[in-house]
């Protein structure tokens, strides 16, 4: 295979879950003599497979993935951590000649990888002390903080949402700035193409319902079962991850199997809308609604033909 010289640097891979993103991401490295660099928060986890739709080592066609499986799931993750790790992957692949594909729907994630960001330190006491009136008080009260001193941020970060919320009026007390003051702009680091990958909301929905079913059939209570008796439920962010949080609760037995199925159905759906939104806000994303080969074909158009060898780029 013959790599251009042409092509962006980076290309990333963005949009919702369950629109497609991870076989055009290996199409297109494939195509253009790349590896994948993986933007994905939840798939940063060890044995978080089935729930986070993890692709297996076949599905993979021997194009190199990096950050998968990094974290253990008692970890809390770090956006600062993430960052500093992709943009080691993406600096040697560069270095290397190869084209980094950064596939996933993480915005922040996305955004701390490609974009000059930078994030302020913690304090240790600080955090302490917010996460004890979280726990105490739950999140509406600590929200409703955040709205007297960020409204902007206060508006962006769900009510429920207390981990965000607490790190937003931790980075207030620490930096005197809002939180929002912090958050990415749109200034590349490096040369980016970012590529969204367009379904109609029906359709979207509708493979979400399927995948889904298909999480529960592939074992995902048994993987969460697995989880659980190494630590997950200790984890602060993989815990919540969807499906998986679904399904502690009837371990639990605070509901049903059948409701935790429900549940995480209507979670993703909504978590989906969440994504499209903030990728939409984004003028820089540009947007391709082809299916399959025609998708590749497409996104190819963007960065430049590649030669393939005559070979199909996407099965």
């Known amino acids: 295979m013959h790599v251009r010289n042409d092509v962006p640097h980076v290309i990333a891979v963005v949009g919702p879950t369950a629109a497609g993103k991870s076989d055009l991401g290996v199409a ?30 076949d599905e993979r066609q021997d194009v190199p993935h990096h950050l998968l499986d990094i974290w253990d799931v008692t970890l809390a993750a770090s956006v600062a951590e993430y960052q500093r790790l992709a943009r080691a992957e993406i600096d ?28 302020p330190g913690t304090d240790p006491q600080v955090r302490a002390r917010l996460e004890a009136e979280l726990d105490t008080l739950g999140s509406g009260p600590l929200h409703a903080r955040l709205a007297a ?46 590529i969204g990958v367009d379904v109609p909301r029906p359709e979207l929905d509708e493979r979400i319902t399927l995948r889904v079913d298909r999480m529960w ?22 815990s919540r991850a969807l499906g998986y949080q679904q399904v502690l609760a009837a371990l639990a037995g605070e509901c049903t199997d059948a409701e935790a199925r429900a549940e995480t159905v209507r979670a993703t759906k909504r978590f989906a809308r969440r994504q499209d939104s903030w990728f939409r ?15 590749v074909t497409q996104a190819l158009a963007l960065v430049g033909p590649a030669r393939s060898g005559g070979h199909s780029l996407i099965t």
């Open 92 to 119: 040697r692949l560069l270095a290397a000649g190869r084209t980094p594909v950064l596939v996933g729907g993480s915005g922040l994630y996305v955004r701390a990888a490609i974009d000059a960001l930078e994030f």
């Open 217 to 238: 059939e592939a074992g995902l209570v048994g993987e969460v079962a697995a989880l659980e008796g190494a630590g997950l439920r200790e984890g602060r962010t993989a």
């Open 28 to 57: 297109l490295a494939q195509a253009l003599g790349g590896e994948v660099v993986n933007a994905d928060s939840m798939q940063l986890y060890r044995g978080m497979d089935i729930g986070t739709a993890k692709l297996t080592e």
């Open 149 to 194: 001193v960020d409204p902007e941020a206060a508006r962006v970060i769900l009510p429920s949402n207390g981990r965000r919320i607490v790190r937003a009026l931790e980075v207030v007390e620490i930096t005197g700035r809002p939180f929002t003051a912090n958050l990415p702009g749109h200034d590349s680091v490096y040369d980016t193409v970012q």
């Open 281 to 295: 806000r984004d003028r820089r994303v540009q947007w391709l609604g082809g299916r399959g080969q025609e998708l």
